[in-house]
């Protein structure tokens, strides 16, 4: 499980209480925090909680497309591991969601995955509505044209939580595929940075699953998204402006 965020001080411990409650025990949480202002104290309670598992705390921002290469280059060292990206304002939707992801895993040949997840805009957790519901144009499977043509970059990006992939695939991206056209990180989008390659360069392995495995927290008013629009604007064109990568062969 790779958990990044920062400021998620009111729903960072409800992410990871559901991870750590899931019937699928095979887990290993790398959880790095993004140089949050989190007291002492919220500190102490997330390390206890991760006693068993890896954490960072960074000192000054590496910001999300950084903080997830470095993390998985630095801890996975198994190609045929499945990393589940949760972002720290989020949470699994129910117990068993880790153990749908890592069966399809088993039964379907993929490298990578993403399906639906339920929406929180601040309501009562019981009346959720499904993403694909109140946002049509994400969480949906790519249309045959699309996949055909390789025209990813050119549409809408679809994919939004819960989004999973394998160690070995990840690690197949060309690192420039993570930079700006001047060399530095790219900061913000790092599903695009890491998901327009993995369709370019898989197309046809790849599963999308449409039950609803986690929760999408658009309450959280610290999101990146929220206070750095125009950044997210600039690094998505970044992204798209690049050359689309060769179908590999396995």
């Known amino acids: 499980m790779l958990v990044r965020g920062r400021n998620a001080e009111a729903f960072v411990e409800r992410c990871l209480e559901s991870i750590l409650n899931q019937t699928y025990k095979n887990v290993t949480i790398l959880f790095v925090d993004d140089a949050s202002d989190y007291t002492k104290e919220v500190r102490k309670r997330i390390n206890h909680l991760l006693r068993d598992h890896v954490v960072v705390w960074r000192k000054e921002r590496y910001f999300s497309v950084r903080n997830a290469y470095e993390m998985i280059t630095t801890f996975c060292d198994d ?15 129910h117990r068993t969601a880790l153990k749908t992801i890592i069966q399809f895993y088993k039964t379907e040949r993929c490298l990578f995955s993403y399906g639906n997840c339920y929406v929180w805009q601040g309501q009562d957790l019981d009346r959720l509505p499904i993403a694909s519901e109140v946002m049509p144009a994400c969480n949906i499977p790519y249309s045959k044209d699309v996949i055909k043509n390789h025209t990813f970059r050119s549409v809408p990006f679809l994919i939004y939580h819960p989004r999973t992939w394998k160690v070995g695939a990840f690690k197949s991206i060309p690192l420039d595929a993570f930079k700006r056209s001047d060399g530095h990180w790219l900061q913000f989008c790092e599903d695009q940075a890491i998901f327009f390659p993995l369709l370019e360069m898989y197309p046809k392995q790849w599963y999308f699953c449409p039950t609803p495995l986690s929760v999408y927290n658009q309450a959280n008013v610290s ?10 604007l600039r690094d998505e064109i970044e992204i798209r402006r690049k050359t689309p990568y060769a179908p590999v062969s396995i």
């Open 223 to 232: 999101a990146d998204i929220k206070l750095h629009r125009l950044e997210t």
């Open 79 to 93: 190609p045929d591991g499945v990393v589940v990206n949760v972002d720290a304002d989020d949470w699994l939707a």
